[in-house]
């Protein structure tokens, strides 16, 4: 079951992959390569074994489609380049089992861990890209199916299942599930912030009759802005002015009282020599 939900979560993208990270995509079909050479090396289950191989495929297909609709490659480049670089990561991880396989039979462990840390940090690498693409957006996610995110958070969670079935439990293994499961929940959650912070707009939207991208490009000033209120604060006391662009005209601090219902006027220049010269003279004499 966890290998079924895995192999169907990256499905081709129809004519958009805006909000979808290039990067994010590689790095995915990449970290198949050292997560299969683990799964096939520690002879795990069939399923687990496959997972890697269909996730790393249909992950690479997309990339390729991102390569075409975001970034203008032409069908035939964009396809070539996704063969060779399929190819490049077969041979790769063919490479790598052969090599590693015998090793760790006679009892050399420290590589089989290199590969689950590698894919590991691949992994999540690849889900810390789209929080930038969250931050642009104000916590929208934009390119990510939640029913991808669903999918994707119960192929980890049953993959862990499945480690736990075992007879001995995989940490490394386990943690490269759990680093998902813990992203995507990111994900899910700023989305969820964000829906709530636009709901009123949302409602007024659907009374148009309109979608909210729509409805904010008829009504810009409804579109979420940052919040400036902490740059137009003046400590008074301090003596502490807004910046000239938020005050006009610019205003003047007031002295501190030395006590209370009395104001300190500044001293003047003329006054302070006016009093030094009162004072040279009581001393002479």
């Known amino acids: 079951m966890c290998s079924g939900l895995w192999c169907v979560q990256i499905l081709p993208q129809r004519k958009s992959t805006d909000g979808l990270p290039l990067f994010m995509l590689m790095l995915w079909s990449s970290c198949g390569v050292p997560f299969g050479v683990y799964a096939i090396v520690q002879k795990f289950n069939f399923a687990l074994q496959f997972q890697p191989q269909c996730f790393g495929l249909l992950t690479l297909i997309c990339w390729g489609q991102a390569l075409h609709y975001s970034h203008h490659w032409r069908t035939w480049t964009a396809t070539v380049a996704t063969v060779l670089v399929a190819i490049g990561l077969g041979l790769t991880e063919m490479i790598l089992i052969l090599t590693l396989r015998k090793p760790y039979y006679n009892g ?80 899910f959650i700023s989305h969820w912030i964000w829906l709530w912070r636009v709901r009123h707009v949302r409602s007024e939207a659907k009374k148009a009759g309109m979608s909210y991208d729509d409805y904010i490009a008829e009504h810009p000033s409804k579109k979420l802005a940052r919040n400036h209120s902490s740059d137009t604060i003046a400590d008074v006391e301090a003596c502490d002015t807004p910046p000239a662009s938020l005050v006009s005209p610019p205003e003047k601090c007031q002295m501190k009282p030395e006590r209370m219902g009395e104001v300190t006027a500044p001293i003047t220049d003329v006054e302070k020599q006016s009093e030094a010269t009162t004072n040279h003279t009581s001393y002479i004499q």
């Open 108 to 187: 050399v462990k420290w590589p089989m861990m290199m590969m689950a840390i590698i894919a590991s940090v691949m992994q999540a690498a690849g889900l810390i890209l789209p929080y930038f693409e969250l931050a642009k957006r104000k916590g929208r996610v934009v390119g990510i199916d939640f029913t991808f995110l669903t999918v994707d958070y119960s192929g980890a969670f049953f993959s862990l299942m499945a480690l736990v079935a075992q007879n001995t439990f995989d940490v490394l293994g386990g943690t490269l599930y759990l680093v998902c499961m813990i992203l995507e929940t990111g994900i």
